[in-house]
């Protein structure tokens, strides 16, 4: 065995996460899936084999329509009361912060069993800011701190995710380069403003953080172009004479945010859904809300529209044809290109403003930036590079490897921390 620090790099993500280690001073990736660096973050909870199946084993269950409950996007529990919220999976009642630990005791272990190493420390990145609010932004570190002491580790440090992007791409830095990062990741969009010294280091000079990122893309092209199918905006008579009201937004927006689907399926909800349905001008349409939420196949319509968020990104069409079989068999709806760019053009606004914010801060202006890196797999939408380009006119652009330019970074960082 080569000699390795025994400090794991971490990189636990909303969509994705990895893992990396430093051996001989170089930093290597560990395969968390047969042939794959990266392993989805979700959980499969099967009610009849009782076992619990992660990454890509646990999006197979759900689709090949599995008994058991889905999980994806925990992370961005972290600092809500929701994260101590409990429910009883296989028998057993557990809070979220008991099932993030789950996960992270699983990358644990399979790196463990890759490199011969028991790791009890760990670097692990975190965003800038887990949310806007300071107490709330605490609580998350706090939370994500006390699920690692959970999954086993005794010792942890974090590191700004941009931060370690930033370390990872010194490679195509000149010397002199005021480089900006910015990290879209799937919860959070993070930016870091460095300069890169003559040898080879790199100094940090502002770092900023912003709580919006691909799964918020997701929720808005859900709520915007699918749940209307569902009877989002409907009318709903009321219960006495012939007025009517505007269906309320909560169930279709907890429906089209990744990490809150699960916490729909419960007696309440489908209550609050029968009397929409009983009372519904378009009761076609809240029937299909009704099938969803006794089907329980929330999930399958968030990947629905991930999937044609993704074709439409990679390619140069004027719509693409949401597959809904979860609303009605062989449904499909249209998600035009430009109603993509649409809905998505103000979250691609707000996310350049902030690096220029971030920028600003500093004493620079975009004007003085030579370098954009982006990276995390949300940098690779085009209305976001459109939004983030126009704003930093001086600034070549380099793409980071989009889901491992963070970890590249915090497992070169580890040779830092000496055990």
């Not at 419960?266 to 099938?291: C, F, G, H, I, W």
């Not at 968030?302 to 062989?330: C, G, H, P, W």
């Not at 707000?350 to 600003?360: E, S």
Request: glycine share 8%.
């Amino acid at each position: 065995m080569r000699q390795s620090t025994e400090v794991l790099a971490i990189d636990f993500g909303t969509s994705n996460s990895a893992v990396g280690v430093s051996i001989n001073g170089k930093s290597q990736i560990l395969e968390l899936e047969q042939g794959k660096q990266t392993l989805p973050t979700a959980l499969f909870f099967d009610f009849e084999e009782k076992t619990v199946a992660y990454g890509s084993h646990a999006e197979q269950a759900l689709f090949e329509g599995a008994w058991g409950r889905y999980m994806r996007a925990l992370k961005s529990l972290l600092g809500t009361p929701l994260i101590r919220e409990s429910s009883v999976f296989l028998g057993k009642r557990m809070t979220y912060i008991q099932i993030v630990a789950r996960f992270l005791s699983e990358m644990k272990q399979r790196a463990e069993v890759q490199t011969g190493h028991k790791y009890t420390q760990a670097l692990s990145g975190r965003p800038v800011r887990f949310h806007a609010d300071p107490k709330r932004d605490a609580q998350a570190l706090a939370d994500l701190s006390e699920c690692y002491e959970i999954a086993g580790f005794q010792d942890v440090r974090f590191m700004n995710e941009p931060e370690a992007a930033a370390r990872a791409q010194a490679h195509v830095l000149n010397a002199g380069d005021l480089g900006l990062v910015i990290d879209i990741g799937g919860g959070t969009s993070d930016f870091t403003l460095f300069r890169s010294e003559r040898d080879g280091a790199i100094d940090i000079i502002q770092s900023e953080g912003l709580r919006l990122g691909g799964t918020d893309f997701d929720r808005l092209l859900s709520f915007e172009h699918v749940m209307p199918l569902m009877g989002r905006d409907s009318q709903i008579r009321h219960a006495f004479g012939k007025a009517t009201h505007i269906a309320p937004n909560g169930i279709f927006a907890d429906l089209a945010t990744w990490q809150k689907i699960p916490f729909l399926y419960s007696p309440n909800t489908l209550r609050a859904a029968k009397d929409l349905l009983q009372y519904a001008v378009e009761p076609d349409k809240l029937k299909r809300l009704m099938r969803v939420l006794k089907d329980e196949r929330g999930h399958d319509l968030a990947f629905a529209v991930e999937a044609a968020k993704i074709e439409l990104n990679t390619k140069v069409v004027a719509y693409v044809e949401m597959r809904l079989d979860a609303l009605e068999k062989q449904m499909t709806s249209q998600l035009p290109a430009l109603g993509l760019a649409h809905t998505l053009h103000p979250s691609a606004k707000q996310i350049a403003d902030m690096a220029k914010q971030c920028t600003g801060q500093a004493d620079f202006t975009p004007e003085d930036v030579t370098l954009l890196i982006l990276v995390g797999g949300s940098s690779l939408m085009q209305v976001v590079q459109t939004a983030v380009s126009k704003e930093f006119p001086s600034a070549r652009v380099h793409h980071g490897a989009a889901l491992t330019g963070i970890i590249e970074g915090l497992a070169q960082a580890t040779t830092e921390w000496q055990t």
